[in-house]
């Protein structure tokens, strides 16, 4: 069995690099409204597609055999989606209804009507705020590139792919909207570079938290089931953490999409028909990461290599 650490070390490498990028990019080019908003259609439309499709199916899969835990999953569901709903309610920090002035500092649409309603002017447009909401998404996002990886790894090569591409496709505009809150607040770039670097390592610690404490758990209920299949005579007592966090990522996710998408529906109707491609698009792409993943699975994986163990011990993949 591959180590899940391998993938999790790309995964990382490039989410660090996609990061520190975004917040360079109102550096580099002027952002307009519809363009950010018809991309912001589309990353939504991933995230959506992978947290319906990947993550809450596999955690389904991780109880299939425990009695009731249907529901328990369902509300793992709900618990990730109102710790999201919480963090946006109180942080406000997805504001992605913005342009780019040439000099890479933030401009708002005060012509449209939502941005009084929401009185932007305040408690949103505080690049601390922000700062502290993003870091604690980009966590929560780390734990479930962890959990996809980890729940994956022994039978595919692409393991947690639908989530890296949603971290990856994503992560850019956070880290952009905290570089141009920044700039409005009249910080240097110098320090800019500083935070950005900083809020890069987010994912990283996410994913270490969640892989480290789940190394140190009892083992997950699709390694037991695995490991009796292959003859392992050892008394296992699968753990159902694993399920529980696809299963509260999988909230996290639906909600941050709907944060994106839901304000369309009311205030830019006027490109509906490019944003619902968008979405659309989106939801495509999230399909055809999961049949990417079918296309690589390791049908011919050798059996696990499993050794008699003590009662009590904890069953380490080789």
């Known amino acids: 069995m591959s180590d899940p650490l391998v993938p999790l070390t790309y995964y990382c490498t490039a989410i660090i690099a996609v990061s520190i990028a975004g917040g360079m990019i109102p550096q580099w080019v002027r952002l307009t409204h519809a363009g950010m908003q018809i991309v912001v259609s589309g990353v939504a439309g991933v995230m959506l597609g992978v947290g319906l499709l990947h993550m809450l199916p596999h955690a389904l899969a991780e109880v299939k055999d425990i009695e009731g835990a249907a529901h328990t999953i369902c509300l793992w569901a709900l618990g990730g989606w109102l710790a999201m709903f919480f963090i946006e309610r109180f942080f406000c920090f997805h504001h992605h209804d913005v342009e780019s002035e040439p000099d890479g500092t933030l401009h708002e649409h005060d012509d449209h009507p939502h941005c009084t309603h929401h009185d932007h002017h305040g408690h949103d447009l505080t690049w601390s705020g922000a700062a502290l909401g ?19 790894h022994q039978q595919f090569q692409l393991a947690g792919l639908g989530t890296f591409m949603v971290i990856v496709l994503h992560k850019p505009f956070d880290s952009m909207t905290i570089a141009m809150l920044m700039g409005k607040g009249g910080w240097s770039r110098r320090w800019q570079s500083v935070v950005n670097g900083l809020f890069a390592l987010a994912i990283p610690v996410g994913v270490a938290l969640f892989y480290f404490g789940f190394a140190g758990a009892e083992v997950s209920i699709e390694t037991a089931r695995r490991l009796a299949d292959a003859g392992a005579n050892a008394p296992l007592t699968p753990s159902p953490a694993l399920a529980y966090a696809l299963a509260f990522s999988a909230g996290t996710f639906l909600c941050i999409s709907m944060s994106d998408l839901l304000p369309e529906l009311q205030f830019h109707d006027h490109d509906r028909g490019k944003l619902s491609t968008a979405l659309l698009v989106g939801l495509v792409l999230a399909l055809g990461i999961g049949k990417l993943e079918e296309l690589v699975h390791r049908h011919d994986a050798p059996a696990a290599e499993t050794t008699p163990v003590e009662s009590g011990e904890r069953v380490e993949n080789r």
């Open 134 to 152: 993003l870091t604690l998404h980009s966590v929560i996002a780390g734990v479930a590139l962890a959990a996809s990886v980890c729940h994956g």
